[in-house]
C-alpha cells in the first residue's frame, strides 16, 4: 500500500507532525488547555507522522528505483 500511495501518505504525515508540533505550542500559550488526551494524541501523532515520512520516502524511493533499474536493464 505504500508503493502505491506514497504521495498521500506523505501529505498524511506531513499534516501529523505539524498538528504534533502545533498543538503543545498552542498548549504552553494557554490557547487550548493541556489535558492529558491532548498531551497523548499530540505525542502519538508526531511519532506516527515521523513513521508514515520515513516510510512513505522509502516507499517513494524503492518506486523510483524500480523504474531506473527496468530502463537500465533494456540499454
Known amino acids: 500500500?505504500?508503493?502505491?500511495?506514497?504521495k498521500q501518505i506523505l501529505a498524511l504525515a506531513i499534516f501529523l507532525l505539524l498538528f504534533g508540533c502545533i498543538t503543545p505550542f498552542l498548549m504552553a500559550l494557554r490557547v487550548v488547555e493541556s489535558t492529558f488526551l491532548l498531551n497523548f494524541?499530540?505525542?502519538?501523532?508526531?511519532?506516527?507522522?515521523?513513521?508514515?515520512?520515513?516510510?512513505?520516502?522509502?516507499?517513494?524511493?524503492?518506486?523510483?528505483?524500480?523504474?531506473?533499474?527496468?530502463?537500465?536493464?533494456?540499454?
Not at 500500500?1 to 506514497?6: A, G, N, R, S, T
Not at 515521523?50 to 517513494?60: M, P, Y
Request: no cysteine; charged share 20%; glycine share 12%.
Open 1 to 6: 500500500m505504500i508503493l502505491e500511495y506514497h
Open 41 to 75: 494524541l499530540s505525542f502519538g501523532a508526531s511519532v506516527l507522522g515521523l513513521f508514515l515520512g520515513v516510510a512513505s520516502i522509502a516507499g517513494a524511493r524503492t518506486v523510483q528505483k524500480g523504474k531506473s533499474d527496468r530502463e537500465d536493464h533494456y540499454k
